[in-house]
């Protein structure tokens, strides 16, 4: 036992072992701080990026909101011009209007000028004036066709027309009118 109380044996294990103790202490301190820091400067730019994208977000819904009410403006409008479009193709009350109301229009239009070669046959005919109702009457029919006036033909004019010309090729192709050439 004397050997391990000798006075004159100095104990630097112990001293190099409290340095070295007091060394990884400050060490593992000083780690600690650093990734203190290190996860507030990370918590920082994530906080940072966060507020970023929910920025971006923010204005992703403000736009697709916009376009979510232009949509729907959008689809009034054309919900108001169907309406309208329902309502010529009613007015013109024609089967052909359903599909193409433009055709219905030129239709109603030929209409009206088929019924005022009608009207003038008649005239020259009630005038006794033979010769201007039978080119009236050529007239019309090399304009609109026979076949089409008597509405033997898809897109044949409708029976009041039909009866009028009728009535009209009637009178002008009697054997009892006088010939253009005498």
Same mark, same amino acid.
């Given at each position: 036992?004397?050997?391990?109380?000798?006075?004159?044996?100095?104990?630097?294990?112990?001293?190099?072992?409290?340095?070295?103790?007091?060394?990884?202490?400050?060490?593992?301190?000083?780690?600690?701080?650093?990734?203190?820091?290190?996860?507030?400067?990370?918590?920082?730019?994530?906080?940072?990026?966060?507020?970023?994208?929910?920025?971006?977000?923010?204005?992703?819904?403000?736009?697709?909101?916009?376009?979510?009410?232009?949509?729907?403006?959008?689809?009034?409008?054309?919900? =108001?011009?169907? /309406?309208?479009?329902?309502? &010529?193709? *009613?007015?013109?009350?024609?089967? %052909?209007?359903?599909?193409?109301?433009? #055709?219905?229009?030129?239709?109603?239009?030929?209409?009206?000028?088929?019924?005022?070669?009608?009207?003038?046959?008649?005239?020259?005919?009630?005038?006794?004036?033979?010769?201007? =109702?039978?080119? /009236?009457?050529?007239?019309? &029919?090399? *304009?609109?066709?026979?076949?089409? %006036?008597?509405?033997?033909?898809?897109? #044949?004019?409708?029976?009041?027309?039909?009866?009028?010309?009728?009535?009209?090729?009637?009178?002008?192709?009697?054997?009892?009118?006088?010939?253009?050439?005498?």
């Amino acid at each position: 036992m004397d050997e391990q109380k000798k006075p004159g044996q100095p104990k630097p294990e112990k001293k190099l072992s409290r340095t070295t103790l007091t060394f990884y202490i400050v060490g593992l301190f000083s780690v600690a701080v650093a990734l203190i820091l290190i996860s507030y400067v990370a918590q920082t730019r994530a906080d940072r990026q966060l507020d970023t994208l929910t920025d971006q977000l923010n204005e992703q819904q403000t736009v697709a909101q916009g376009a979510t009410q232009k949509m729907e403006d959008l689809q009034k409008q054309y919900d =108001a011009i169907n /309406a309208a479009l329902d309502k &010529v193709r *009613t007015a013109l009350d024609s089967e %052909l209007a359903e599909t193409d109301v433009v #055709g219905a229009t030129e239709q109603r239009m030929e209409e009206r000028e088929v019924y005022a070669l009608l009207a003038r046959i008649n005239a020259q005919l009630l005038a006794e004036n033979t010769v201007e =109702a039978k080119l /009236a009457y050529d007239e019309l &029919v090399q *304009t609109y066709g026979e076949d089409r %006036l008597l509405g033997n033909t898809e897109d #044949g004019f409708d029976a009041d027309i039909n009866k009028l010309f009728e009535a009209a090729q009637a009178h002008l192709t009697d054997d009892t009118l006088p010939d253009e050439t005498e």
